[in-house]
């Protein structure tokens, strides 16, 4: 059974910096692309960052180029999303997920999220 288990999330202000983390299990983690997306209010999810299997791709939305890195450790089973320079703009419910795609309504398996909350 796959599972993913967010952490990492709270409160910061704008400025501020935060890294998420997913583990990872019932699957073959290290075989496997990953993403983050969010969610924002009650807006739709939407894609934040994808990653191949062995870490050498990744690719990022426009709105957090060059402020989010995502990165991930094989031997681990752990998924990292590190963010700075935080806006409120960036408060949202962090998901992680399986499948190296930017399209939040393709099949794929879904953390619980954590919930990011950044004040002005």
């Known amino acids: 059974q796959v599972q993913l288990q967010e952490s990492g999330g709270g409160s910061v202000q704008t400025g501020g910096s935060l890294t998420l983390s997913c583990a990872a299990s019932?699957?073959?983690?290290?075989?496997?692309?990953m993403a983050w997306f969010r969610q924002r209010g009650n807006g739709e999810r939407e894609y934040v960052a994808i990653i191949s299997w062995n870490g050498e791709e990744t690719m990022y939305a426009d709105f957090v180029k060059g402020r989010f890195t995502v990165s991930r450790d094989n031997t681990n089973n752990l998924l990292l999303l590190q963010m700075n320079n935080l806006t409120p703009d960036d408060s949202a419910v962090y998901y992680c997920?399986?499948?190296?795609?930017?399209?939040?309504?393709?099949?794929?398996?879904w953390g619980q999220g954590t919930q990011v909350t950044v004040s002005s």
């Open positions: 019932g699957f073959v983690f290290r075989a496997s692309g």
């Open positions: 997920a399986t499948n190296y795609n930017r399209n939040p309504n393709s099949r794929r398996n």
